[in-house]
């Protein structure tokens, strides 16, 4: 077996299991990521460590919330990055779309809300495991541009439109435009950034080291 396919094979894997898990509840995508790459994640983050810690409980409390609120009615995802949640799924009908915002809406920390529900019927799982599956494509994809930190861009996919979080540059956003949107599958690309100048960015990072005398 080639190192290509067996690469492929671990992203759909890991897919898989994002949407099973998905389907069950919402996971927190930086917990998933932190778990998988440790400190290199946080590390490379670009949030203060408040904001992923307020973000990590801001999407637990969603999940339960509107679990607890509305059951299996409605297929919710809720990505929260810097305090600003985006809501994605299905849910049908326009009451319940706005009793899904407003349970959002009151959690903890929660300084924005982005309501992308559609009013339908509920995807079906082969639909999710596609998207989990092209989540894990772009996510690779980031990675393997060595110009750009992955980590400061978070990804969520619903029904082949993909949702991209962050804190990045005018130059990164428009580099991972492009390569998002040149991916096979991708149907839209929906950009909820902070924009930061190349200052901004420089005082992010790390002092070097002192050596010592």
């Not at 929260?80 to 009451?95: C, F, H, M, Q």
């Not at 130059?171 to 190349?198: H, P, Q, Y």
Request: hydrophobic letters at 45%; glycine letters at 8%.
């Amino acid at each position: 077996m080639t190192g290509h396919r067996k690469n492929w094979m671990l992203w759909a894997a890991f897919g898989l299991l994002m949407s099973s898990l998905a389907g069950c509840i919402a996971v927190p995508a930086v917990m998933v990521g932190g778990a998988a790459i440790g400190g290199a994640m946080v590390a490379t983050d670009r949030r203060t460590p408040g904001a992923v810690v307020e973000d990590r409980g801001i999407e637990a409390k969603a999940a339960l919330r509107i679990r607890e609120a509305l059951g299996d009615a409605v297929h919710v995802n809720v990505s929260s990055y810097n305090r600003s949640a985006l809501i994605t799924g299905e849910v049908p009908d326009e009451k319940r779309k706005a009793q899904v915002e407003k349970i959002v809406r009151d959690i903890e920390n929660v300084q924005k809300t982005l309501n992308e529900l559609a009013v339908m019927d509920n995807t079906a799982m082969k639909a999710r495991i596609s998207d989990g599956i092209l989540a894990s494509r772009i996510r690779a994809a980031l990675v393997d541009e060595k110009t750009l930190v992955a980590n400061a861009f978070k990804v969520t996919v619903e029904r082949d439109v993909v949702y991209i979080q962050g804190r990045a540059t005018a130059k990164e956003i428009a580099l991972m435009t492009d390569i998002v949107s040149a991916l096979n599958g991708v149907t839209r690309v929906v950009r909820i950034m902070d924009t930061l100048s190349e200052e901004d960015l420089e005082g992010m990072l790390p002092a070097p080291p002192t050596l010592r005398q």
